[in-house]
């Protein structure tokens, strides 16, 4: 009887694949090859490059809880939330979050960008616009492109351009915003913004990412901030994984909403549920920024430090409105360049760089964590600015 598995093609017969070459060609080429570096558990570089804006990932409390939860829960959801991946464990994660930051209720997902994947579709159906800030993170991009809504994308803060892309508009509609930008660490117009909203009728979809633990009240993040929280037409996203050391993420809002998202969010419905350790390091972290609210102003006072000092110094800074400061640089080659001498130095930096920055600037992007000593804040301004390009200094 003949065989019949498959005959491989030749080695040198082309495949599926050959376009991959020409591809991973040009990102070298532009000098846009990215890389993953293990990190080892004990980093010996001060970290100015990851999102651990109050120091709460290795808070003793915070993995204490972690441990705790996996331990009694065990070390996965094992299924979807509305199958087993739901405990007690999550139910109280969200009453808290939802209690500290002034909303009627919360849904915990997997991810920040699972949440924003969520919110955005489930919240615009088939006849509804979608008004899109042209600085938004890539998880509302990609949820306005899985959305059945028509999206417009207007300029950057600019809620001019939101009041007249929602004028005269009938059917449902929605703004979505990040509250503030990861790129530049700018925070977004939200008065202006919530009034051209009010004035059409349509909603507002706030991404808290960057603002939750930092701005507001004791850290109760953007809507807090500007008397927005538990606003009926207005709904904010918000990660586990940054302010609150842990992962996950988290839509907030009016009960109906969260409702609605249970009931018709693909990356709710379909997707396993937060593992029990992260969603005990979220509560504990939460506990401890309602306990300490004085670690939110503690990251804004840094972060305006930092970017005194580097202005100060001839850099070219962005202002930060929260917890990120963003340094620019020359060319992509020269941010990656200043990178790579910064960690050479001990320091870690962020670099990001077309095309992940929609407007094309490349630049060093600095986190400035509350928990930061004076003394490690010399060092990191004294490492960024001797290891600059010289053509990175301000005009």
Not at 6 to 11: E, I
Not at 291 to 311: F, I, N, S, V
């Amino acid at each position: 009887m003949a065989s019949t598995e498959p005959t491989p093609p030749p080695a040198s017969a082309a495949t599926p694949f050959d376009w991959l070459d020409a591809a991973h060609k040009q990102r070298r080429t532009a000098g846009l090859i990215r890389t993953l570096r293990p990190r080892p558990a004990e980093e010996p570089l001060l970290d100015l490059a990851g999102n651990d804006y109050l120091g709460l990932a290795r808070h003793p409390e915070v993995t204490t809880a972690a441990a705790d939860a996996a331990h009694r829960w065990g070390a996965g959801a094992t299924g979807s939330r509305l199958v087993t991946g739901s405990t007690a464990l999550h139910a109280q994660l969200e009453r808290e979050l939802a209690e500290f930051c002034g909303t009627e209720a919360a849904l915990v997902l997997s991810s920040g960008y699972a949440a924003n994947l969520a919110a955005v579709t489930a919240l615009a159906p088939h006849g509804s616009l979608i008004v899109s800030d042209a600085g938004n993170h890539a998880s509302l991009i990609d949820g306005c492109r899985l959305a059945r809504g028509t999206t417009q994308v207007v300029p950057h803060a600019d809620p001019d351009a939101v009041r007249k892309a929602l004028a005269g508009r009938t059917g449902p509609a929605l703004a979505v915003s990040d509250a503030v930008f990861s790129v530049d660490g700018d925070a977004a117009p939200l008065p202006e913004l919530a009034a051209a909203c009010w004035e059409s009728g349509a909603a507002l979809l706030l991404d808290d990412a960057h603002g939750l633990g930092v701005l507001g009240p004791g850290g109760r993040g953007s809507a807090a901030a500007h008397g927005l929280a538990g606003a009926p037409d207005t709904v904010v996203t918000v990660t586990l994984s940054k302010a609150l050391g842990s992962q996950g993420g988290a839509v907030l809002g009016p009960a109906r909403v969260i409702d609605h998202l249970v009931n018709t969010a693909r990356t709710f419905i379909f997707d396993t549920g937060l593992a029990p350790a992260a969603a005990g390091a979220a509560l504990a972290a939460l506990r401890l920024v309602r306990r300490e609210p004085q670690r939110a102003a503690g990251a804004r006072q840094m972060a305006a430090a930092l970017h005194h000092r580097l202005t100060a110094a001839g850099l070219t800074a962005h202002r930060p409105d929260a917890a990120v400061v963003s340094v620019r640089a020359p060319s992509p080659e020269a941010a990656l360049r200043w990178a790579a001498d910064c960690r050479t130095a001990g320091l870690g930096v962020g670099c990001f760089r077309p095309p992940s920055v929609p407007d094309g600037i490349s630049r060093l992007r600095l986190t400035a964590r509350a928990d930061l000593t004076p003394t490690e804040l010399d060092r990191a301004v004294t490492t960024i600015t001797a290891t600059a390009p010289s053509s990175s200094a301000t005009d």
